[in-house]
Every structure is written in C-alpha cells, then in structure tokens.
C-alpha cells in the first residue's frame, strides 16, 4: 500500500523515508513489497496505516489545495484519529509516528498475553447484537467494540466468545459474520494491560490545541484542551468506537463535504449506509 503516492508526490515520498529513518526500519518496503505476516502486526501495521494516509493527505494538498487548506473538521476510526489529530496540528509528524509504534507494541502485548478476536457483524440491528453479546458473553469478554454504520457493528472479545456470537448471529440472520483478522481483541479492556504503556507515551508528547475539531470515537465530541485529547486517546483504547454517531454529529454541525484517507475505501461504504447524499472522494492507493 502507498507505492503510487510515493512515486507521485514528493511530499508523500518524504514522510516514507522519515518514518524509516524514525523507526529504524525500510517501513516503505514493508508496505510496497510485504511479507503480509510482517506487515500485519499490529506494532508494524499501525505506524504503516497512519504515514500512508498522511501521504495521501499530501495528495490531497496537491490536486484541492484550496479544499485542504480550508478544511473545518476531521475524524478518524481508531488509529485514524491520531491520523486526524495529526493534519488538526495537535501533534507532529514524529511524535504521531512514535506514539502509534508505542499503542501497537502495547497492544500486541496484550494480545499475546490474552487470546482474543474481532467479528465483523453485517444486517443486524445494533440492539439485537448488543443482545447477542450478552448471551454468548458466558464468563468471558464480548462487546461491541465498532459501531460503524447501520447494520454493520463489531464485536470483540475472548476467542471462544467470538466464535460462539458468530455462529449464534449466522442463527439470528445476520446477512454476514466475518472474523477479522486481528491481533487481538481491540477496544475492550482485554487492552487494560497496555494501558500504562501507552499512558507513558502520551504523556511524553506535546499536545497542542487542534486548529480545527477532531471528533473522537469515544464521545463523538471534538475537544480542543491538550490534557482531554490526552485522556481521550488513552480512554480509546479500550471503549467502543462510536463511528456512526461521529459523523452523525459532523452532519449535524452542517458538514457536507468529506474525503477519505487512507489504505481502502471502508469510510466511503460506511458513509452510503450512514448518509446516501453524501459521496465523499479518496485519496489513497485504491484509487
């Protein structure tokens, strides 16, 4: 992912050799040429989805610079928020780079010390999964973890929770359950243990007051204080991203333009499921 925009722009080229030189490692390679297995680790793949939409944000400069200097908002789903945080201005390039390094490692932590999963949940209502939660719950860990758009909520927890809300949501009707491929169970507090970890590397970052709002999956509210995105990000990291009610809210604000960044078009098909009028654009290696 990435290898267009890196023979394109020039700016996004730089951002690559950057994060190399930054995290001690060909992180262009990786995303041009794999290994898939090295790519997808969560310490490899965050820093690798947060400089490529960067890059495409660069793109974006290029081809509506007037669109990009006058942005009035952002959001991002999960790692994308610090992506969003990052254009907003209430971090650096490196700083960003070098928290998302520092989640990932604490997530893969986590994972390695408690087996977990994600389950993708298409064509049922987000009480009747939060319904099915309960009932597979047992004695483990299983939450909506992802409310994304209209039908489409996923879940995470415990393996064996997951697969027993999987078969029982194929029962119920679900139009499509699909196990992510995932370290881990994210956005639960199967996380906790990375907490204190990623706690120490937002605290040695200087935050900045955002030049425009950054709405936040945890509240669907855009904060401008330095500490409260602090919290926020730390807060993330084990409470469900509310993605559907953020950009509920942007539109309820009067937004009426988006694009997309990043590797792949899953923000635009969730954007036709939240609001068919809006018809955001992409600037990412999809395209």
């Given at each position: 992912?990435?290898?267009?925009?890196?023979?394109?722009?020039?700016?996004?080229?730089?951002?690559?050799?950057?994060?190399?030189?930054?995290?001690?490692?060909?992180?262009?390679?990786?995303?041009?040429?794999?290994?898939?297995?090295?790519?997808?680790?969560?310490?490899?793949?965050?820093?690798?989805?947060?400089?490529?939409?960067?890059?495409?944000?660069?793109?974006?400069?290029?081809?509506?610079?007037?669109?990009?200097?006058?942005?009035?908002?952002?959001?991002?789903?999960s790692l994308g928020e610090y992506t969003a945080l990052a254009f907003a201005g209430a971090f650096s390039f490196e700083d960003g780079l070098l928290l998302l390094q520092k989640?990932?490692?604490?997530?893969?932590?986590?994972?390695?010390?408690?087996?977990?999963?994600?389950?993708?949940?298409?064509?049922?209502?987000?009480?009747?999964?939060e319904a099915l939660c309960d009932e597979a719950r047992g004695g483990d860990v299983l939450l909506?973890?992802?409310?994304?758009?209209?039908?489409?909520?996923?879940?995470?927890?415990?393996?064996?929770?997951?697969?027993?809300?999987?078969?029982?949501?194929?029962?119920?009707?679900?139009?499509?359950?699909?196990?992510?491929?995932?370290?881990?169970?994210?956005?639960?507090?199967?996380?906790?243990?990375?907490?204190?970890?990623?706690?120490?590397?937002?605290?040695?970052?200087?935050?900045?007051?955002?030049?425009?709002?950054?709405?936040?999956?945890?509240?669907?509210?855009?904060?401008?204080?330095?500490?409260?995105?602090?919290?926020?990000?730390?807060?993330?990291?084990?409470?469900?991203?509310?993605?559907?009610?953020?950009?509920?809210?942007?539109?309820?604000?009067?937004?009426?333009?988006?694009?997309?960044?990043?590797?792949?078009?899953?923000?635009?098909?969730?954007?036709?499921?939240?609001?068919?009028?809006?018809?955001?654009?992409?600037?990412?290696?999809?395209?």
């Amino acid at each position: 992912m990435g290898k267009s925009l890196y023979d394109t722009v020039p700016a996004a080229a730089d951002l690559f050799r950057r994060a190399g030189d930054i995290l001690g490692y060909d992180l262009a390679a990786l995303c041009f040429e794999g290994p898939a297995e090295k790519l997808n680790a969560t310490s490899v793949c965050q820093p690798a989805i947060y400089v490529t939409a960067l890059a495409g944000l660069e793109s974006f400069k290029v081809s509506h610079p007037e669109e990009a200097a006058s942005a009035e908002g952002a959001a991002g789903l999960s790692l994308g928020e610090y992506t969003a945080l990052a254009f907003a201005g209430a971090f650096s390039f490196e700083d960003g780079l070098l928290l998302l390094q520092k989640r990932g490692e604490a997530m893969q932590r986590a994972s390695d010390t408690a087996s977990g999963g994600m389950v993708s949940i298409l064509g049922l209502e987000n009480d009747v999964v939060e319904a099915l939660c309960d009932e597979a719950r047992g004695g483990d860990v299983l939450l909506p973890a992802n409310y994304l758009c209209p039908g489409n909520v996923v879940v995470s927890g415990s393996s064996e929770a997951c697969c027993r809300v999987a078969s029982l949501a194929e029962a119920r009707g679900a139009m499509k359950v699909v196990p992510l491929t995932v370290a881990g169970a994210f956005h639960t507090r199967l996380m906790g243990s990375a907490s204190d970890m990623l706690a120490q590397a937002l605290d040695a970052v200087r935050f900045q007051t955002p030049r425009i709002p950054v709405y936040s999956n945890v509240d669907a509210r855009f904060h401008s204080d330095p500490d409260e995105i602090r919290r926020i990000l730390l807060t993330q990291l084990t409470s469900p991203v509310l993605w559907e009610t953020s950009i509920r809210a942007m539109l309820d604000a009067g937004f009426d333009t988006f694009y997309e960044s990043g590797p792949g078009r899953v923000l635009r098909g969730l954007m036709k499921r939240i609001n068919r009028k809006i018809k955001p654009e992409g600037f990412n290696p999809a395209d």
